[in-house]
């Protein structure tokens, strides 16, 4: 087998990495972390932004050490999360930076979407779940708050776009993220332009749509100061997550997976989408899969409680999350129980304080210590998988025996135990760098490296290490899951 070097630039909302990889003469998957940098949101006027132009130079860099150290490409792929887009004007240039799903105005715009439109016309069209930061609410969150800004753009590119976009010249939009934004159709894999045309907006703004595995362009030979030679850039799964199921290492039909990090994708792949009113009401998303997939999920606060957390406790003291889970361990089960989708959650100046104000809404105490509130997190984490997974049985009609839990997430061994506990079934962890592994092998898939999408999953069972856990202590958890339903019952009531 040739020896190939793909380069996947796997961007989150905390970090952002570039991984090597290589498929050995075994056919065995190598991987090593090439360049590392933190990411995060910057306020500007009040508003969230994504800086670009910092992620931009930080692909630079990688590309850079590349030249330096004479490591030939063979491809380099680029994922990112959902939604967040740029808008560019008629010479090509960024309009303003782009926002942060987690901006404050998206969730008020949403509203005033549904005071206009039909949710349920809406989730007929698309089969998209309802978040308060999907692309066609920030679309109308921009006419409502920066109408000059929304008129003057001529075309839309969600992140990863983007940031193919500075390295290539091309602009265009791969499947699986243009799936993410609610003005895709899920049964054609077609925009639907009167989506834009009913809220005032042109449809000519759409990115023209290519499949994931194609190739976009060659990586401009500027960015590297001595040169660079020909790198083509490669239509990956860009929507991270799809690259993450992508790599997900289950065989047969019976299995879910959870693609484990700030957010947790809950969800089942799919021939063809599920858009009913079972599906409707329970809120599940139908988005694009690698092989014309359905990834049929639910999109759940991963964790994201926990990461907030930490950054209040790292004011006091400097504490690991390996630390935080060890403590975890020891703490007292079931002290208090959250819904981790709770929309005080969704971004509080102070995550414990919004901790003690859902726990006494719901007349719970919380014990304020860092072991007893992360083991509450993570309970209510894996309380929360099972109410959807749960929800995916009776909507596609088929039992679930395993868990593939994939991505950051799947290190935690302490959630991966409470996930087993809780849902009474057979967890496997692993891959954690899931979306890397995804993204690089359709880079070999695209280059021909591997002949079919099923040489993926076989590539990864045979490469990387799977950790196995079974239930335990199932009456106890079953009480709780009694327990926890009924907190949620009472908090959505308050809502």
């Known amino acids: 087998m ?30 090593s972390e090439w360049h590392r940098f933190p990411n995060r949101w910057i306020q500007i006027n009040g508003r969230q932004h994504w800086n670009l132009y910092y992620l931009f130079e930080e692909i630079r860099q990688a590309l850079r050490k590349a030249r330096q150290e004479n490591v030939i490409l063979s491809g380099l792929g680029l994922d990112t999360w959902g939604v967040d887009f740029g808008l560019l004007d008629r010479n090509g240039q960024l309009l303003t930076l782009p926002h942060c799903y987690r901006d404050r105005l998206f969730p008020p715009a949403m509203k005033k979407y549904f005071e206009r439109y039909s949710a349920e016309k809406l989730y007929s069209r698309t089969g998209i779940q309802f978040l308060p930061f999907n692309s066609l609410f920030q679309l109308y969150a921009c006419l ?72 976009l362009g060659q ?21 991270d997550t799809a690259s993450a199921v992508a790599a997900a290492p289950g065989e047969g039909q019976d299995w879910v997976y959870i693609s484990s990090g700030t957010w947790s994708l809950v969800g089942v792949e799919l021939e063809e989408p599920i858009v009913n009113q079972e599906s409707f009401i329970a809120n599940f998303t139908n988005e ?39 403590q975890a361990a020891r703490a007292k089960p079931f002290q208090f129980l959250v819904d981790p989708d709770a929309p005080q959650f969704l971004n509080p100046e102070d995550m414990i304080m919004a901790l003690k104000s859902y726990a006494e809404k719901t007349g719970q105490k919380i014990i304020d210590e860092i072991g007893s509130t992360a083991r509450s997190v993570l309970e209510s984490l894996a ?29 935690n061994s302490l959630l991966n135990q409470f996930t087993a506990n809780a849902t009474g079934k057979t967890v496997l962890a692993g891959p954690d760098e899931a979306t890397s592994i995804g993204n690089i092998l359709v880079q070999a ?38 327990r926890f339903k009924e907190i949620l019952a009472l908090s959505d009531r308050q809502n």
């Open 2 to 31: 040739e020896k190939k070097n793909f380069l996947a630039f796997d961007l989150g909302a905390e970090s952002g990495r570039a991984m090597l990889g290589q498929v050995d003469e075994s056919g065995c998957l190598k991987i």
């Open 144 to 215: 409502e708050n920066s109408p000059e800004i929304a008129r003057t753009a001529r075309h839309l590119l969600f992140m990863p776009n983007l940031l193919n976009y500075l390295l290539t010249g091309e602009k265009a939009s791969e499947i699986t993220i243009a799936s993410t934004s609610q003005i895709l159709s899920p049964f054609n894999r077609n925009w639907l332009p009167e989506l834009l045309e009913e809220i005032g907006l042109s449809p000519e703004i759409l990115p023209e749509l290519r499949p994931t595995g194609s190739i």
């Open 219 to 239: 990586v401009a030979n500027w960015l590297v100061e001595d040169g660079l030679p020909e790198v083509p850039v490669i239509q990956v799964a860009s929507h």
């Open 288 to 326: 694009s899969g690698l092989n014309q997939t359905i990834r049929f999920l639910k999109n759940v606060t991963g964790l994201w409680i926990l990461q907030q957390c930490r950054k209040t406790w790292l004011k006091k003291q400097n504490v690991s999350y390996e630390n935080i889970v060890e």
């Open 383 to 411: 309380f929360k998988y099972r109410l959807v997974i749960e929800d995916l049985e009776k909507i596609t009609g088929r039992p679930y025996n395993r868990i593939h839990i994939i991505g950051g997430g799947s290190k």
């Open 445 to 482: 898939l695209a280059t021909g490296l591997l002949e079919n999408p099923a040489d993926i999953r076989k590539t990864i069972r045979k490469s990387f290490e799977i950790k196995e856990f079974r239930p335990e202590d199932q009456a106890s958890w079953d009480r709780n899951f009694s």
